[in-house]
């Protein structure tokens, strides 16, 4: 069943991602990282199409509160990311690291320990905007069905997605835990339309969170070992 749309939550931990007049959905998940998708944070040639590395992280910038206008902005220092999902698809997740933590907000709990199971209810939230939708941007809860198919990387559902919703994050709804990210969705325009919805799942990517909070403790992502999973289909 889709859940009830309402116009936004006070959970200011999901913010928006902003990059060269492109935007995604992100979620705080500790005081300096913010976890979205991998395909929002790719390079772009000439032509618009994704090339496979990332942008250079002073080209993002991080907006903070749900309403019309965000009352925070925040740099980011690094993109650390596995090596896929840079079009969507498998290994769609990215993490940056901010220049400075943001501690006047609680970091959104996320499920790296158990995976998602069938038939599962969840709430999801994103910034996007439709062809067909009214008044400026906004945090929104988007309508969604339960989990109907679970693969070795992701999750498929049915949602209400528009653009600018990719990265947002995927709740359980009873124990208000993240357990996935927006990767890809059919989209017609409407935000009431639901579409196949394609969810990367966080659990099988410990060490990209990892490797983010030892980078938020001053390590150096070059003198780490990088993200090597890419879990099959």
């Given at each position: ?34 976890l979205t998708a991998h395909h929002c944070v790719a ?35 690094e993109v650390l990311a596995p090596p896929c999902g840079y079009r969507t698809g498998i290994g769609d ?141």
């Amino acid at each position: 069943m889709a859940a009830p749309e309402r116009e936004d939550t006070d959970n200011d931990a999901i913010v928006r991602i902003v990059s060269r007049g492109t935007a995604c959905t992100g979620t705080l998940v500790a005081p300096q990282l913010v976890l979205t998708a991998h395909h929002c944070v790719a390079a772009r040639d000439d032509y618009g199409e994704i090339v496979a590395r990332d942008i250079d992280p002073e080209e993002l910038e991080i907006e903070v509160g749900g309403d019309y206008l965000p009352w925070r902005h925040s740099a980011v220092r690094e993109v650390l990311a596995p090596p896929c999902g840079y079009r969507t698809g498998i290994g769609d997740l990215a993490i940056l690291v901010l220049e400075t933590p943001i501690h006047s907000i609680v970091p959104q709990d996320i499920e790296l320990g158990q995976a998602p199971v069938s038939s599962q209810p969840v709430e999801i939230f994103g910034f996007g905007s439709c062809a067909t939708s009214a008044g400026g941007l906004r945090r929104h809860l988007r309508a969604a069905s339960g989990i109907q198919e679970i693969l070795p990387s992701r999750f498929r559902l049915s949602a209400a997605i528009c653009p600018g919703d990719s990265g947002g994050p995927v709740l359980d709804l009873e124990s208000q835990k993240l357990i996935g990210v927006v990767s890809a969705s059919d989209m017609d325009g409407q935000e009431a339309t639901l579409g196949p919805t394609e969810i990367t799942r966080i659990d099988r990517f410990g060490d990209l969170f990892a490797l983010g909070s030892a980078v938020a403790d001053g390590a150096s992502a070059a003198e780490l070992p990088p993200v090597t999973s890419c879990p099959g289909r």
